[in-house]
């Protein structure tokens, strides 16, 4: 059993479709399940009335019959063993004729598009903290924060290693559950943007505080390092926030199974910076830190990881709040 038609369903015929507008076929439309005896024009007709309304199409074929249909579709889908009209019309062709694989393809293109979304908001929100942090502590009259070395030797650790894990964070929850979105919806929508200003600011202001209360109690090159190495770990805590949307301490375990690799590409960056503070800090423009200065260098990276658990939690509420208003 196929089981496409349901009791309360519709089906209909080619011909019956010359007896409506197509004002009056879309609504009919949305209630049927089955088309039999259709023409190549009925097709098309079908395809067209529906994306006039908005909605996206996707049609699957084998005959040359089809081919009209697949070519003005959103997505065509052509059957490997088809004709050779229906696979030149179609956008995708299914070698294996396996329909199944339909549902696959559109699971893996959300879970990509997901993690695709969150190394971008975590990459730009590294690279606006850095612009902002730097322009504004030279605008106001502070010396360089961080060295273009250090820079370098930030992305390498930060970005190098956790852009590189992302791919492999697990989907939350069921893909084919979410909402479809729209094609006029950009990709790098409001939301990310809000994010993306949001974590850069927090890390740039808590950062220059913290280097202008440095240099008031230490020498240059001590609130230097302090700044270098509490702007790697401050990255990799905005890092391991953007994994998910969902608070981190309503569930850490969760944020370990979701992606464990980003916590192993940490500890190799931790131990990397771990040694160049320790034994060639000169080549980066740094000093061996005390004892006394690792709170400073630790309690700004909590403090923002902290920011970003609030942001969450806020931003959780009140679309629950306008949820319960619609």
Known sequence: MVSIYKEGDVALEGKDLEKYTDEELYPLLKRTTVIARATPEDKYR???VLQSKGEIVAVTGDGANDAPAL????????MGSGSQASKEAAKMVLVDNNLAVIVSA???GRHITKNISKVITYLISTNVFEIIYNSHAILSGMPLPLYATQILWINLVTDGVQDKAYP???Y???PMKEKPKSPQEAFTGKSLFLKVF???LAMAVGHYFLFKHMLSIYPYEVALTVSFTSAV???WAVGIQEISQRPFFKNPIEYIKLNPYIYAGISIGALLQTFVITFIPHYFHSVKLSLEQVPYVLGLPLTIFLAIEVR???TIGLRSGYTAKG
């Open 46 to 48: 079908v395809v067209k």
């Open 71 to 78: 070519k003005v579709a959103d997505l065509g889908i052509a």
């Open 106 to 108: 559109i699971k893996t």
């Open 168 to 170: 492999f964070t697990k």
């Open 172 to 174: 939350e929850g069921d």
């Open 198 to 200: 949001y974590n850069g």
């Open 233 to 235: 770990i401050s990255q």
């Open 312 to 314: 969450k939690v806020l």
